[in-house]
């Protein structure tokens, strides 16, 4: 089969696409899966550069989000049949067993769930990983209502998926992007307020919590003066002290990501008034039965707002580093690699 071989931890440049791979073997309790889309996570490059808690064996194929069709069931298979479309929900391919960058994949039946109805193939790819991380971040502090959310990152995968459950949930939701030239992608899928997070000026918020900054000036007329309940926060780095700054009282910081690097000191005394908690996010966390019953209420939310995965482009599998150059930059929803030659659903090459 064909598949993108990671032969090195030296990052992007160890990966190879290799047309002479042995396809994988089916256990009795395994499903072999052909590969339609694969969706690119920050967490593939991590990996490849040893900069993810987990090291494969080499070679090792990338990708923890894809979706297919059904090849061939092992004989312990019930849940599954040949011909079945499946997406793949949350295990461990791409992470510690062989992922979707490549034309087949076997993985426990479990792993496996319908696409659902509605849905075209790259959006099916695109969806598990974002959406769940993204329902953990939401959830972990219990229930909010009619809270505010602010998401950091909201372009990118993580973001948009947060700001899809979060409107669900019935939150409204501030954004943070760079520049405004996705204002109106991000206004039509239900952003209420959308801020430039360079306004924060750290610098200055190092110094001193009593200049009010632009950023914290915006936030806190939207709010009331209230502040801000839930962050969903996928960069980190100097704008931490910021968020911190804006919560409401007892509101919950979820770090998810560290896009913009480590977040230099703060005083902790920051957190001691409101209560502000701050907890972590990890996705591996969600699995199985969890992955499962978060996938359902998920799709609920989904469905109550009429709102999908949004896919920002497909790049063909030849063009892999390409796509995750693309990545890096910052899409608006995912990037999506198509692994078959035909599509059921999707005959377009990008979009
Ligand atoms: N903890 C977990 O379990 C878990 C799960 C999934 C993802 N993650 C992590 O969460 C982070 C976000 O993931 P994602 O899939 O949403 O990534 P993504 O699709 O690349 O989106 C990130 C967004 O953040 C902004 N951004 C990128 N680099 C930035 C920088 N250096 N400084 C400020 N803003 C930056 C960009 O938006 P603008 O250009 O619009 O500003 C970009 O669209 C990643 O670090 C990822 O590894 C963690």
Redesign the pocket.
Known sequence: MKAWLLEGFDGLSSLRLASDVARPEVASDQVLVRIRYAAL???DR?LSEKMYPATPPLPHILGRDGCGVIEEVGREVTAWKVGDRVTLLRGEAGVQRWGTLAEFLVVPQEVLVPIPDGWDDPQAAAAP??YL?AH?ALTQWGPVEDGVVLI????????MAALHLAKAMGHRVIG????TA?HEKLLEQGADLLLD?TDADPGRDQDSDRIPTPLKQQIKAFTEKKGVNIVVD??G?ELFSTLLDVMANKGGIST??????PVPSFNTAKLIFKRTKIG?????DYYGHRARSAWTEILALLTKVGKKPVVDSIFPMGELLDAFAH??Q???G??VIKIAEQSLCNPSARR
């Open positions: 996570n920050p967490a991590f990983l974002v991380t953990q950091t990152g909201v372009s990118g995968g993580v973001g943070l992007t760079r520049g996705k997070p996928n960069i780095g998810i990501g560290a896009l913009g690097g972590g996010v990890y996705v591996n990545l890096a910052g899409p608006i995912k990037v």
